[in-house]
């Protein structure tokens, strides 16, 4: 089944703690992008990747780092979590950029205390 | 900066209705534009995706448009079901740095 994972679903840490939010395709896409969402704010890019090894800020990227060197995994660093990054999070997936639609991973709810 | 708006915030409609949800965007250099559905709990699925070309996409029930010169984007979606009830999202992104670009969407219930 064509999906996009995310790992963990919920997670509720401590300011300062790093953490990884991973993320797997296995329709071999080559654009992966992470969002996150809050009430009144709606969704927003925090980085995307189009092909291994090239990533590239979105509109909201301080606080965290990305790495693609895989095709089919693209995790999401926050190498020093604090209480305004508590948001839901999405990675998503296209063939490539542009022609393809996205396909939404369940989304990991992350909260920072 | 782009700024895409969607109008309305919710919608309450009884069944069998037919119904327009509205998109606009500020800057028109846009690669595509896209619709999805959320379900509570859910990620995002994808509706339908317009090209920059294009005027409008069809999906069995559901019908999005595109005017990309006056930045409007519509999804009709005909005889709607009380399964069409989710929060309704536009996307486009953008030509020059494949940024996609979300509105804050349409919550939508149809009422049996």
């Known amino acids: 089944e064509a999906q996009v994972t995310q790992n963990p679903r919920y997670l509720i840490t401590v300011t300062g703690k790093k953490l990884t939010v991973t993320c797997s395709q296995n329709?071999?896409?080559?654009?992966m992008s992470w969002y996150r969402q809050d009430p009144g704010l709606g969704l927003r890019q925090i980085y995307y990747?189009?092909?291994?090894?090239?990533?590239d800020k979105g509109d909201v990227p301080e606080g965290y780092k990305v790495s693609r060197k895989e095709k089919r995994n693209f995790p999401l660093i926050l190498e020093s979590p604090s209480p305004n990054q508590t948001s839901l999070y999405f990675c998503?997936?296209?063939?490539?950029?542009?022609?393809?639609?996205?396909?939404f991973g369940d989304g990991t709810r992350l909260s920072i205390l | 900066k782009q700024e895409v708006t969607q109008i309305p915030a919710a919608l309450s409609v009884p069944e069998g209705e037919n119904l327009v949800l509205n998109c606009s965007f500020t800057?028109?250099?846009?690669?595509?534009l896209q619709w999805f559905r959320q379900d509570p709990g859910k990620g995002l699925t994808s509706l339908l995706l317009?090209?920059?070309?294009?005027r409008e996409q069809t999906s069995g029930r559901l019908n999005a448009s595109l005017d990309k010169s006056s930045g409007r984007s519509t999804l009709y979606i005909a005889a709607s079901q009380p399964g069409d009830s989710a929060t309704y999202l536009c996307?486009?992104?953008?030509?020059?740095?494949?940024?996609?670009?979300f509105g804050s969407g349409t919550r939508l219930l149809v009422r049996p």
């Open positions: 998503a997936s296209s063939l490539r950029s542009g022609y393809q639609p996205q396909h």
């Open positions: 329709m071999n896409h080559e654009y």
């Open positions: 990747s189009m092909n291994v090894e090239v990533t």
């Open positions: 800057d028109s250099a846009i690669y595509n």
């Open positions: 317009i090209q920059s070309s294009q």
């Open positions: 996307a486009v992104l953008m030509d020059s740095s494949y940024k996609l670009i």
